[in-house]
């Protein structure tokens, strides 16, 4: 029984080596990257200005409450 169990999974290797193997092969034929043009690809784009990189605002210089995990309704004031 033990031996039907595994025969389901033949086929799903099967698919998972060829897929790999014709990766492997499409790889090959890709050619190598200009390390030149990549460095400079890169440096462009970390001299770019992101966004969390902007100077923040007067909400986002104030200290965060430190939150305490427990939810505290403010006093009535009766």
């Given at each position: 029984?033990?031996v039907?169990?595994l025969w389901?999974?033949?086929p799903?290797?099967?698919?998972?080596?060829?897929?790999?193997a014709?990766?492997t092969?499409?790889?090959?034929?890709?050619?190598q990257?200009?390390?030149?043009v990549?460095?400079?690809?890169?440096?462009?784009?970390?001299?770019?200005?992101?966004?969390?990189q902007?100077?923040?605002?007067?909400?986002a210089?104030?200290?965060?409450?430190?939150?305490?995990?427990?939810?505290?309704?403010p006093?009535?004031?009766?």
């Amino acid at each position: 029984m033990a031996v039907e169990i595994l025969w389901w999974l033949a086929p799903p290797v099967v698919v998972t080596v060829v897929a790999m193997a014709w990766v492997t092969w499409a790889g090959e034929r890709r050619g190598q990257v200009d390390r030149e043009v990549a460095v400079e690809r890169l440096a462009r784009a970390l001299r770019q200005e992101s966004p969390g990189q902007k100077v923040p605002g007067p909400a986002a210089t104030r200290p965060r409450d430190r939150s305490t995990g427990i939810a505290v309704r403010p006093s009535r004031g009766e």
